[in-house]
């Protein structure tokens, strides 16, 4: 195995404007993060290895809502048309207490036109692999996992293992895009992510199953006491995804609790759905502790994704987040003659904004959650809130905009 280097000479872009030789770039994982960060590197002039330790990316997790500001990221990809074919558009979240009452309409949609999409998070990888099977300056392995790795001045080595053989190599920044259990971040001892005590309950439902009024054409979120649900559609609108949040870290199936019992006195075009939904499958929320650091190994490790912040998905932001820190570093890397330095471009940018998504999870967590009575004036002060005011309270959220692309010349 041997990590091809970036282009060279003035093909490669800024990068290449400024380096010699290019720098050597792996990538641990190829989920959203680590596909996202290859296509942008190759977009930059910069060739990439992406090591997957799946042997087949194969359909893992559920829906996921991509707002604006991870979707022009994807727009400077080309990869719009893609999405759009596999996703469905909302205009807003519709807001409504646990009995069904409306409480308000939060609008989604960006001055730009860049929409925001329901998905399901296996169509999104899907479009992200064509894409990167198609780009020649990205190498993917899969069945490919990444071991020990060590650091000095100058580079990493890393060490990887395909089909019970060990090879290592030298890379000069090791991408650690390895999701909320990340191998590299528990490799440099950094605290675990933790349990939020709370459970997401996770299932679709084919549309076809469904009577047109259990369809939700945007997403939908219900609010109880320490619970809550949200519903969109997906896959082209040919299925909704449902999930449940609760209390508790709910692990296993065994167990025989399959829906808990709260939601299933709740509004009949939820529990409509739950009639209609297979077992939902419960997924244990864990979020990664505010205080670690996304750049590691004497600068040669950068952790992007889930593996530097994966957080709790009541702002339904931890692939954004992923998709943004992807256009960030990768910018940071084609400007940067010096790749460390680049690395802690990247930490000192998108520090102060994950914190900013952190807090916001936290305020909708506190808020979505409220018992009776604290829940009334919750949603009287929504319900007088002009529609562009609650869209205007996510402006610095959805309205972000990416780093320009410096374009390979001819
Ligand atoms: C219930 C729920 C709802 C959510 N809803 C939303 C939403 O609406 N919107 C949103 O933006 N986000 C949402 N998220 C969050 C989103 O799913 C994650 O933030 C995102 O998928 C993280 O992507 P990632 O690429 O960082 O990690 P992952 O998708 O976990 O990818 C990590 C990859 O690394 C590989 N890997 C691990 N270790 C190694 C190794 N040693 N060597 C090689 N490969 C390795 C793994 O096999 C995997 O393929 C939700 C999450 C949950 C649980």
């Keep these: 195995m041997t990590i091809r280097e970036g282009k060279q000479g003035a093909a490669a872009g800024a990068a290449g404007r400024f380096r010699t030789p290019p720098p050597r770039i792996a990538i641990a994982g190829a989920g959203i993060a680590g596909l996202t960060m290859a296509l942008l590197l190759a977009r930059h002039g910069l060739n990439a290895t992406v090591f997957e330790r799946a042997a087949a990316l194969e359909e893992v997790g559920a829906g996921l809502q991509l707002s604006p500001n991870a979707l022009r990221v994807l727009d400077q990809l080309d990869l719009l048309p893609a999405l759009r074919e596999v996703a469905v558009e909302a205009t807003s979240v519709d807001l409504r207490r646990s009995g069904g009452r409306r409480i308000a309409s939060v609008p989604v949609h960006a001055e730009d036109d860049t929409p925001y999409l329901s998905i399901h998070r296996a169509d999104l990888q899907a479009v992200l692999l064509a894409a990167v099977r198609g780009t020649p300056a990205i190498t993917l392995q899969l069945g490919a996992e990444l071991g020990r790795v060590s650091t000095d001045f100058s ?22 895009a390895d999701g909320v259990r990340s191998p590299l971040a528990k490799q440099a001892r950094l605290a675990p992510a933790v349990p939020t005590g709370t459970t997401a309950w996770r299932t679709t ?30 896959r082209a609108g040919r299925a909704v995804n ?125 808020v979505y ?42």
């Design 205 to 234: 439902i084919e549309s076809a199953d469904l009577p047109p009024e259990f369809r939700p054409a945007n997403v939908v979120a219900w609010l109880g006491a320490r619970h809550h649900a949200v519903a969109y559609p997906i």
């Design 242 to 366: 449902l999930v449940m949040i609760a209390p508790g870290q709910e692990t296993d199936p065994a167990s025989g609790e399959t829906v808990p019992q709260q939601f299933r006195s709740w509004d009949s075009r939820l529990t409509g759905l739950i009639e209609r939904a297979a077992p939902p499958t419960p997924w244990p929320l864990a979020g990664a502790p505010a205080s670690r650091p996304f750049v590691i190994g004497g600068d040669r490790i950068v952790l992007i994704g889930d593996a530097a912040h994966a957080m709790a998905p009541y702002a339904a932001q931890g692939a954004g987040m992923a998709i943004e820190d992807a256009a960030v570093l990768a910018a940071a890397i084609a400007e940067n003659a010096d790749i460390t330095a680049a690395a802690r471009a990247y930490e000192a940018i998108r520090r102060p904004r994950i914190d900013k998504v952190r807090n916001r999870v936290a305020f909708h967590r506190f």
């Design 155 to 176: 580079a990493a080595t890393i060490e990887v293992e395909t089909n019970g053989a060990r090879e290592h190599d030298v890379v000069d920044l090791l991408i650690g």
């Design 369 to 410: 959650h409220l018992p009776l009575p604290f829940s009334l004036g919750r949603d009287t002060v929504l319900a007088l809130r002009p529609k562009a005011a609650l869209r205007s309270d996510l402006a610095w959220l959805y309205d972000w905009q990416p780093p320009g692309i410096v374009t390979a010349p001819a």
